[in-house]
């Protein structure tokens, strides 16, 4: 090819990489409510903001409970669900790496020695360069080293739209590992808080157990004494069995409660989590404003990244209606002698150009335009889907806690009116103005509302880590920028 076109398609190259079909991306819009004001925060003030709660990673630290916190930090490690993540996270970042590779040229060297026979005339090598001639024949040593590149500059942006889609696509994947770790933190942290719940069930239920015994004792001295009669025997005996054996079957609940967190940090099903008094709390965590929610959610960034990666695919489908170039070039040497392999007299080079352009493929370029645009489309609806279940998931957890801190005065006041029903039903019995049938009534129902006092206290709880976790868990994403 004569050097000034081979110059000018250079220039032309270098001059159109400047280019990118297809459409630049822009953010899809999201549906937001309109006052910038959560619905059930209205009226509503938490009793001790922390200002902090939503903006720390360790936002389980709020509880603080040593063992929880522990817990937290191992399931990060640990956890296999997240180490699959991690990986193919990993993996996103190396095609990342293989994209942005296609904007250089290839360069490949090669080095050979061989013998040629000549038996007269001219020893011409591989490159066309005359070597020598004899007269008899007789072996010539030929020495070649060459340099060798190959680039197809990219005209119509092809390959950077490629590394868009695998750079939004890394950045998605990195996301939805933060979401995965958050997920896990989640179903810890509510395995945890039940796994308490239970251990505070177990000594309602062996106080329980001690009262009951205590009421048969009594039963039992007055049958003795024919003040009572054997079904009130009959009737304190079969309550204190059935309390024994709802205790026992606690056991057995918190043994799989168990085994669930030693799955969650990746140990085998042998962690024992130690019996402790039921210490936690609820938190009041400020939700700050919805126009705020969609950088903190680690599944809202990863659906955009998707949709990001989406629009990058339409236009390296576009770019399929026009040319490819490919530049070549080559050079080296070539000698007889070793010594003389980088005398300039021995060096040769050739450069060469190629364009191909697809004249008829049956409409497959325009088809595939078409997915990738519906691709895109999908992508987008998938965005502005996963960022209404994030308000509405913030709303739901905002009602319950609501809900739940009004119904817990009431409960509160339900467990004191049943122990002082206790008390004055055994005072009666032993008085002999009421039947043991009232005393079983007034204990079940004693148990029944300290059983739902503790079970609405462990919802509080786990309404608090929902809300967190709806939150963002701390997440922001600024965490996703340079990836």
């Given at each position: 090819?004569?050097?000034?076109?081979?110059?000018?398609?250079?220039?032309?190259?270098?001059?159109?990489?400047?280019?990118?079909?297809?459409?630049?991306?822009?953010?899809?819009?999201?549906?937001?409510?309109?006052?910038?004001?959560?619905?059930?925060?209205?009226?509503?003030?938490?009793?001790?903001?922390?200002?902090?709660?939503?903006?720390?990673?360790?936002?389980?630290?709020?509880?603080?409970?040593?063992?929880?916190?522990?817990?937290?930090?191992?399931?990060?490690?640990?956890?296999?669900?997240?180490?699959?993540?991690?990986?193919?996270?990993?993996?996103?970042?190396?095609?990342?790496?293989?994209?942005?590779?296609?904007?250089?040229?290839t360069l490949s060297?090669?080095?050979?020695?061989?013998?040629?026979?000549?038996?007269?005339?001219?020893?011409?090598?591989?490159?066309?360069?005359?070597?020598?001639?004899?007269?008899?024949?007789?072996?010539?040593?030929?020495?070649?080293?060459?340099?060798?590149?190959?680039?197809?500059?990219?005209?119509?942006?092809?390959?950077?739209?490629?590394?868009?889609?695998?750079?939004?696509?890394?950045?998605?994947?990195?996301?939805?590992?933060?979401?995965?770790?958050?997920?896990?933190?989640?179903?810890?942290?509510?395995?945890?808080?039940?796994?308490?719940?239970?251990?505070?069930?177990?000594?309602?239920?062996?106080?329980?157990?001690?009262?009951?015994?205590?009421?048969?004792?009594?039963?039992?001295?007055?049958?003795?004494?024919?003040?009572?009669a054997q079904s009130?025997?009959?009737?304190?005996?079969?309550?204190?069995?059935?309390?024994?054996?709802?205790?026992?079957?606690?056991?057995?609940?918190?043994?799989?409660?168990?085994?669930?967190?030693?799955?969650?940090?990746?140990?085998?099903?042998?962690?024992?989590?130690?019996?402790?008094?039921?210490?936690?709390?609820?938190?009041?965590?400020?939700?700050?404003?919805?126009?705020?929610?969609?950088?903190?959610?680690?599944?809202?960034?990863?659906?955009?990244?998707?949709?990001?990666?989406?629009?990058?695919?339409?236009?390296?489908?576009?770019?399929?209606?026009?040319?490819?170039?490919?530049?070549?070039?080559?050079?080296?040497?070539?000698?007889?002698?070793?010594?003389?392999?980088?005398?300039?007299?021995?060096?040769?080079?050739?450069?060469?150009?190629?364009?191909?352009?697809?004249?008829?493929?049956?409409?497959?370029?325009?088809a595939q335009v078409?997915?990738?645009?519906?691709?895109?489309?999908?992508?987008?609806?998938?965005?502005?889907?996963?960022?209404?279940?994030?308000?509405?998931?913030?709303?739901?957890?905002?009602?319950?806690?609501?809900?739940?801190?009004?119904?817990?005065?009431?409960?509160?006041?339900?467990?004191?009116?049943?122990?002082?029903?206790?008390?004055?039903?055994?005072?009666?019995?032993?008085?002999?103005?009421?039947?043991?049938?009232?005393?079983?009534?007034?204990?079940?129902?004693?148990?029944?509302?300290?059983?739902?006092?503790?079970?609405?206290?462990?919802?509080?709880?786990?309404?608090?880590?929902?809300?967190?976790?709806?939150?963002?868990?701390?997440?922001?994403?600024?965490?996703?920028?340079?990836?």
């Amino acid at each position: 090819m004569p050097r000034p076109l081979l110059t000018a398609l250079l220039v032309s190259a270098t001059v159109l990489t400047g280019c990118e079909v297809g459409p630049n991306y822009k953010r899809p819009s999201a549906p937001t409510p309109a006052s910038n004001q959560y619905r059930e925060i209205q009226g509503w003030t938490p009793a001790d903001p922390n200002a902090d709660a939503v903006v720390k990673t360790d936002w389980w630290t709020l509880f603080d409970d040593p063992v929880l916190n522990d817990l937290e930090q191992r399931v990060v490690v640990n956890n296999q669900t997240l180490a699959a993540d991690l990986a193919a996270y990993q993996q996103a970042r190396a095609i990342l790496s293989e994209q942005e590779a296609a904007l250089w040229p290839t360069l490949s060297g090669t080095g050979d020695s061989r013998v040629t026979f000549s038996s007269g005339g001219r020893t011409v090598g591989a490159s066309g360069v005359v070597l020598g001639s004899a007269g008899a024949a007789r072996p010539i040593p030929i020495y070649t080293m060459e340099l060798g590149a190959t680039w197809e500059p990219d005209l119509w942006g092809r390959v950077r739209r490629l590394i868009e889609n695998a750079r939004a696509n890394a950045q998605a994947n990195l996301a939805l590992l933060n979401n995965a770790r958050l997920s896990a933190q989640m179903e810890l942290a509510a395995d945890y808080i039940a796994l308490r719940q239970l251990d505070e069930e177990k000594r309602i239920d062996d106080a329980t157990v001690k009262a009951y015994e205590t009421s048969l004792t009594i039963t039992r001295n007055k049958f003795l004494a024919g003040n009572a009669a054997q079904s009130d025997v009959d009737q304190a005996e079969t309550q204190l069995t059935s309390e024994r054996a709802a205790a026992t079957a606690l056991g057995q609940q918190r043994a799989q409660m168990e085994d669930a967190i030693a799955v969650l940090i990746g140990r085998p099903a042998d962690l024992s989590i130690p019996p402790a008094p039921w210490t936690l709390k609820p938190v009041d965590v400020p939700p700050g404003l919805p126009s705020t929610l969609l950088q903190r959610r680690p599944d809202v960034a990863a659906a955009e990244r998707q949709a990001a990666a989406a629009s990058a695919e339409i236009g390296v489908a576009t770019a399929g209606f026009f040319p490819s170039v490919t530049l070549t070039g080559a050079g080296g040497t070539e000698t007889q002698a070793i010594s003389h392999l980088f005398n300039p007299q021995t060096f040769f080079w050739n450069a060469g150009a190629s364009a191909v352009e697809t004249v008829f493929n049956a409409g497959l370029t325009v088809a595939q335009v078409r997915a990738a645009r519906a691709f895109y489309n999908e992508a987008v609806a998938n965005y502005r889907q996963t960022a209404l279940t994030a308000f509405g998931q913030v709303e739901d957890n905002l009602a319950a806690q609501r809900v739940l801190a009004a119904e817990q005065p009431d409960l509160q006041a339900s467990v004191r009116s049943a122990d002082d029903a206790v008390r004055v039903t055994l005072n009666e019995y032993n008085a002999g103005t009421v039947d043991y049938t009232s005393v079983v009534v007034a204990q079940a129902t004693a148990l029944a509302a300290h059983n739902a006092e503790l079970q609405l206290e462990a919802s509080r709880l786990t309404t608090t880590v929902d809300l967190i976790v709806a939150l963002g868990g701390g997440w922001n994403e600024a965490n996703l920028k340079g990836r």
